[in-house]
């Protein structure tokens, strides 16, 4: 999990976020209620990971 929380974090740095909410799966728990799909990290921290983790 520390893998994902560092890729996530330089994607969001690059991007200039400051808040990154995990929206759950149906395995686990749903923290964020609603949300518009028009800002997806999923992509791009999956790369990252890749990118960092060889």
């Given at each position: 999990m520390?893998?994902?929380a560092v890729?996530?974090?330089a994607v969001?740095?690059?991007a200039g976020y400051q808040l990154v909410l995990d929206k759950g799966s149906e395995q686990?728990?749903?923290i964020v209620?609603?949300?518009k799909d028009?800002?997806?990290l999923t992509e791009q921290v999956i790369k990252?990971?890749?990118r960092t983790n060889k």
């Open positions: 520390k893998k994902i890729a996530t974090q969001a740095d690059k686990t728990v749903k209620i609603f949300n028009t800002i997806d990252e990971f890749d």
